[in-house]
Nanobody
């Protein structure tokens, strides 16, 4: 089992920045990938960014060049640095962890609202 605690969401003006954090605990040695998804009202949950063991990262096209995912393995924490935020980035952001055993775990979600 892996437990996830997210923090860092909030209200920000267009063009602003936020940093999301997700701390993992439990069976952290089994973690293969850590990432972030988001779900806007009326839309499907979508991948935003992922960090895979070994250093590979993936980003949604809509956030490339604006968002950066980073991972502190010593703290079992993944971060999402979000810059140049747009109103269309407004969503609930969920931390996700995938394990070597094929299990997926989700955080409780944190609201990000981009509005003037």
């Amino acid at each position: 089992q892996v437990q996830l605690v997210e923090s860092g969401g909030g209200l920000v003006q267009p063009g602003g920045s936020l940093r999301l954090s997700c701390a993992a605990s439990g069976s952290i040695s089994s973690i293969y990938a850590m990432g972030w998804y988001r779900q806007a009202p009326g839309k499907q949950r979508e991948l935003v960014a992922a960090s895979i063991s070994g250093g590979r990262t993936n980003y949604a096209d809509s956030v490339k060049g604006r968002f950066t995912i980073s991972r502190d393995n010593a703290k079992s924490t993944v971060y999402l640095h979000m810059n140049s935020l747009k109103p269309e980035d407004t969503a609930v952001y969920f931390c996700n962890v995938a394990t070597l055993g094929g299990h997926a775990y989700w955080g409780q979600g944190t609201q990000v609202t981009v509005s003037s």
